[in-house]
Structures are given as structure tokens and as C-alpha cells.
């Protein structure tokens, strides 16, 4: 039986391995990633297979948070392995894309008819104009393009296993939304992981600054909004004026 010490993933996700060898029977051998607190350790997560000889590695799907793992391994013959610690430093939350400053286009993109997104995507719209309100800026209209992007995102994000403002593929939050053929003056964009509900999500982003600055922008107009469970809850907001 051996544990290998967690590692870091580029997608900011902890990355263990466990393995059993020489061994003649088949058994349940267990692998859990612990973190170092102050009274018992905690599991941050656990799982299992049937083997006889193999390796098992386990990756974790939530927000990474900074601190002290540990590997173990157990099989049902009472064989026990623990790794080494490894101190892991979580990348930081990317922060919101400030508003760029492009030129004007002479055909400005405008709402297009129909509705847009969601149940739960325009619950964001609805709880991000609650808040404009009290600010006293004048409420966002749900603009399919605008909708596009975010949508796409987020999509894209859930199937890649990453969270950034920036695709893998190197395109920035301008590119995409331009894609759509969105016409603008200005633009911004928030994201958000994990969180569970529209009024969560919208929540976080008004305790964080810059995300905030963004939701009370009076100067914007439109707003699309793009919701993906899997693999995260993943959440983008892509702000607009034509």
C-alpha cells in the first residue's frame, strides 16, 4: 500500500493517489484527502473501490481553499498507508474584468423580441435590478446576445473544468460577446462558481467590490445572464450598453 502527498491541478482542484500491489485477494481499498485543523482532521473527500493490484487517484470538484493535506489509504485487510503533508496554496478568485473603452459602434446592437434565459437566469436579472433600484439606477433588460455569450460561457467553463474570465482557447469577455455580434460601448462581466441559488449568487457579487461596481453601473442598459450546473453551479453575468 502506498499514498502519494495531494497535489494542485492547473484547474485548482486537489489531485490525489493511492495504490495496492503485491497483493493476492481482491479488497475495498479506501482513499481520502484530509486537510490538518485543529482537532480531527477533516475529510475533504473520500472514496472507493474493489481491487486487487491498482491505483486509484481522486481529483476534488469544489473551491479550493488553502492549507495542509493528506493523503490515506486503507484496504479491508487492514493495510494502512498515509502520505506525506503537502502545503497547497489555492490560486486566487479572479477578480471582475474592468469595463473596457472601445469605440462606439454607429449601429448599435439593441434587444432583440422573444423571451430570454431561464427560469433561474432571469431570477438573476430580477434580483440585479432589486439592487440597482435601491441605487437608483434604472432596471437591465435581458438581451439575447448578451444572453448568448454569458450562456456560453458558463457552458464552456462547466465543460472544461475551469473559472476564468479569459476561455482557454485565449479569448477574452470582449471577444465573445463581440462573436454575437453584440454592438457596444461598453461592456463588464462577473462570474461565479458554487454558489446554489440566483439569490446566493447575487449576494456574493454585491458583498464583493468590484463585482458590486458592476451590478450598480448605472450607465448599463442590457444584461445577459448564463446559468450551468454541472460541475459547478457556474454563473456569468455579461453587462452591456449599445
Known amino acids: 500500500m502506498a499514498a502519494a502527498k495531494p497535489s494542485l491541478t492547473t484547474a485548482g482542484r486537489l489531485r490525489a493517489s493511492v495504490s495496492r500491489a503485491g497483493c493476492a485477494k481482491e479488497a475495498r481499498l479506501r482513499i481520502r484527502i484530509k486537510k490538518s485543523v485543529l482537532g480531527p482532521d477533516r475529510v475533504v473527500k473520500s472514496g472507493s473501490r474493489v481491487v486487487?493490484?491498482?491505483?486509484?487517484?481522486?481529483?476534488?470538484?469544489?473551491?479550493?481553499?488553502?492549507?495542509?493535506?493528506?493523503?490515506?489509504?486503507?484496504?479491508?485487510?487492514?493495510?494502512?498507508?498515509?502520505?506525506?503533508?503537502?502545503r497547497i496554496k489555492c490560486p486566487a478568485v479572479p477578480k471582475p474584468s474592468p469595463t473596457p473603452d472601445p469605440t462606439p459602434s454607429e449601429n448599435p446592437g439593441g434587444g432583440?423580441?422573444?423571451a430570454v434565459g431561464t427560469s433561474v437566469e432571469?431570477?438573476?436579472?430580477?434580483?440585479?435590478?432589486?439592487?440597482?433600484?435601491?441605487?437608483?439606477?434604472?432596471?437591465?433588460?435581458?438581451?439575447?446576445?448578451?444572453?448568448?455569450?454569458?450562456?456560453?460561457?458558463?457552458?464552456d467553463m462547466s465543460a472544461k473544468n475551469y473559472f476564468s474570465h479569459d476561455s482557454q482557447d485565449g479569448r477574452s469577455f470582449v471577444d465573445r460577446i463581440k462573436a454575437t455580434g453584440y454592438s457596444f460601448s461598453s461592456i463588464g462581466?462577473?462570474?461565479?462558481?458554487g454558489q446554489s441559488s440566483a439569490a446566493e449568487v447575487v449576494r456574493g457579487w454585491m458583498n464583493s467590490?468590484?463585482?458590486?461596481?458592476?451590478?450598480?453601473?448605472?450607465?448599463?442598459?442590457?444584461?445577459?445572464?448564463?446559468y450551468v450546473a454541472a460541475g459547478g453551479p457556474y454563473w456569468t453575468q455579461d453587462f452591456g450598453r449599445p
Open 209 to 226: 467590490q468590484g463585482h458590486r461596481e458592476n451590478i450598480l453601473n448605472c450607465s448599463y442598459t442590457q444584461i445577459g445572464v448564463g
Open 52 to 86: 486487487r493490484n491498482a491505483r486509484l487517484t481522486m481529483t476534488t470538484t469544489g473551491r479550493c481553499v488553502s492549507g495542509v493535506y493528506y493523503t490515506t489509504a486503507t484496504d479491508a485487510a487492514g493495510h494502512v498507508a498515509v502520505s506525506r503533508k503537502a
Open 122 to 155: 432571469n431570477e438573476v436579472v430580477r434580483l440585479t435590478n432589486v439592487e440597482r433600484e435601491k441605487a437608483g439606477c434604472k432596471p437591465l433588460v435581458h438581451e439575447a446576445r448578451l444572453h448568448t455569450a454569458a450562456r456560453n460561457h458558463s457552458a
Open 112 to 114: 432583440t423580441g422573444g
Open 189 to 193: 462581466e462577473n462570474i461565479a462558481k
